[in-house]
């Protein structure tokens, strides 16, 4: 049984940038229609200039570096700060020798005084946290009352395909039933773009979902290997208990590379998206203030 916490898994999965930077360079690479999902996100946050915004996870920096250009042209007075849980994740963000600020810090205990905050981005990283309820409060907290939180994530549908190759793996591994089989959960299962919906609305007067369905085409087969070996120590603990990880990965190299033959291409349908929840900012600020009869609408 493995009696790790998610904080312990989010350490050692994190301890150098190189699993993130893999992923984050297949799906640059690999994504169809290559579009930045990055610069889509921040575009329905609907920045306007001023704001203070806290990047938690923040990683090597990748919204930071998706908001510079904006920096010099539409939005030139924001403030960002970007916190990370282990400091190594920091070392080649670029607000280190730019614009911004950086700081190691735990999202259930957010080291900043409350109503700090015009915008809160939490992206691709909740899942990983031990209490998601008590992270969400937090960026509540520290969120000014207009404030507006920002969680990317993917849908638990997403990937089928992928997951579909690694039962069949496991099938033909385990001495368990078939019956008994599912592929190792995705990572971000925890907090998904259904679930996501679900918390957010305990805290936050409104959720707005938005999906951008897209897709991996992968040409050969190490890609897709190098991706899978990348979410290792995120799924490996799903394994049945007489299944090996290494084992597994052999069988999903045999499989990949028999449909790539045959279809020229293995083809990962990807569902992901972006979760902005408010009490009284942004998208929901208008509306509140039409409810209350402080807009006028005209004829």
């Keep these: 049984m493995n009696l790790e916490n998610q904080e312990d898994i989010t350490r050692r999965h994190y301890a150098t940038d190189e699993n993130l930077r893999i992923r984050i360079d297949t799906h640059d690479k690999y994504t169809v229609p290559d579009r930045s999902f990055a610069d889509w996100v921040l575009d329905r946050a609907n920045l306007i200039g001023h704001e203070r915004i806290l990047d938690i996870g923040c990683g090597t920096g990748l919204y930071h570096r998706k908001l510079q250009p904006r920096w010099d042209t539409t939005i030139p007075d924001i403030t960002y700060i970007g916190m990370d849980l282990v400091d190594s994740m920091l070392a080649n963000h670029p607000a280190k020798d730019g614009k911004g600020e950086l700081g190691v810090g735990n999202i259930e205990r957010l080291p900043f005084a409350t109503d700090s905050f015009d915008v809160v981005m939490a992206n691709h990283m ?8 008590k992270a969400v409060k937090e960026m509540q907290r520290v969120l000014k009352p207009t404030g507006v939180l920002v969680t990317a994530t993917n849908s638990v549908n997403t990937m089928p395909e992928l997951q579909v190759l690694m039962r069949r793996a496991i099938v033909l591994l385990t001495r368990g039933g078939a019956a008994q089989v599912r592929a190792p959960e995705m990572p ?43 979410t290792r120590d995120l799924r490996e603990k799903s394994l049945p208990s007489d299944v090996v990880w290494d084992d597994v990965m052999m069988i999903m190299r045999q499989q990949i590379n028999q449909l790539v033959k045959h279809l020229g291409e293995l083809v990962i349908n990807k569902s992901s998206g972006v979760l902005i929840a408010s ?21």
């Design 126 to 133: 909740l899942y990983h946290v031990n209490d998601i309820h």
């Design 188 to 230: 971000s299962d925890r907090y998904a773009l259904e679930n996501g919906t679900r918390i957010l609305a305990h805290y936050f007067y409104a959720v707005v979902r938005h999906d951008l369905p897209s897709a991996l085409v992968f040409p050969e087969v190490e890609p897709a290997m190098t991706y899978l070996e990348s």
């Design 279 to 299: 009490d009284n900012g942004g998208f929901i600020g208008e509306f509140i203030e039409h409810r209350n009869g402080k807009v006028e609408v005209s004829e």
